[in-house]
């Protein structure tokens, strides 16, 4: 299996209610080590920039309203296929579709307040690590 890298934002409703510690106890138990991490409150102008891809859906403006609604922890994971084990264990956007014992089943509030975002893809793996990270930032 190839080592990868993948973006994890521990989102605001997860942080305002101090669930960092649990949710990277959850990505480490899978085998993801944590590579680089920042807590930050990001801007309007950030949130936009960051979900872009989806500006033309009717969620957008809540999305980036809920984004900038308090502090994130953005974090780069790495392991072995770290990009789908991510995923799994976050689960299904909607936390009433996830899984038991996933990140969104357990803790999420809401579609929206899900508590974690997740990298889909490598590529867009690559450009959302770049976007809050650069090479030095992220120790393998």
């Known amino acids: 299996m190839p080592i990868e890298r993948t973006l994890s934002i521990i989102k605001p409703d997860a942080t305002r209610r101090d669930l960092t510690g649990k949710i990277n106890t959850r990505f480490e138990e899978v085998g993801l080590r944590i590579a ?25 403006d809540d999305l980036c309203k809920f984004m900038i609604s308090g502090p994130v922890v953005v974090q780069v994971l790495e392991g072995e296929n770290a990009i789908a084990k991510n995923r799994e264990i976050m689960g299904a956007t909607n936390p009433a579709n996830a899984d038991q014992g996933t990140i969104r089943k357990d803790f999420a509030e809401s579609i929206e307040a899900n508590s974690v975002h997740g990298s889909d893809s490598p590529k867009t793996a690559a450009l959302e690590i770049s976007y809050f990270f650069n090479e030095l930032d992220i120790v393998g």
Do not use: E, M, S
């Open 36 to 60: 680089a991490q920042r807590r930050i409150h990001l801007t309007l102008d950030q949130a936009q920039g960051f979900y872009a891809v989806h500006k033309d859906r009717a969620f957008f």
